[in-house]
Nanobody, 119 residues
Framework: QEQLVESGGGLAQAGGSLRLSCAASGRIFSSYVLGWFRQAPGKEREFVASITWTGGNTYYAHSVKDRFAISRDNAKSTVYLQMDTLKPEDTAVYYC????????????WGQGTQVTVSS
């Protein structure tokens, strides 16, 4: 059964760091593109970052570029989101998601993990 499980959320002060993890199971890991999204209260869910498994190509939203870093550990079937220089506006529920390499939509989603940044 395909599954994504996030962990690592919590409370941080502005300027601090957090690292999120997303463990993939089932057939998700092999060749899939993994991404991170977030949704703040009262706002729509937005793209944060993504990474391909074979090529290691990464993509970032402008708002997090140079502050966040996505990476993966193929041996552990896990993708990470290192978040540095956090800002209060980074407060949101963060979701891990997966799609096929040629797919247009993310078809698998985790349950989400809360990140709260205090000023």
């Amino acid at each position: 059964q395909e599954q994504l499980v996030e962990s690592g959320g919590g409370l941080a002060q502005a300027g601090g760091s957090l690292r999120l993890s997303c463990a993939a199971s089932g057939r998700i890991f092999s060749s899939y593109v993994l991404g991170w999204f977030r949704q703040a209260p009262g706002k729509e869910r937005e793209f944060v970052a993504s990474i391909t498994w074979t090529g290691g190509n990464t993509y970032y939203a402008h708002s997090v570029k140079d502050r966040f870093a996505i990476s993966r550990d193929n041996a552990k079937s896990t993708v990470y989101l290192q978040m540095d220089t956090l800002k209060p506006e980074d407060t949101a529920v963060y979701y891990c998601a997966a799609r096929t390499p040629n797919g247009n939509e993310y078809t698998y989603w985790g349950q989400g993990t809360q990140v709260t940044v205090s000023s």
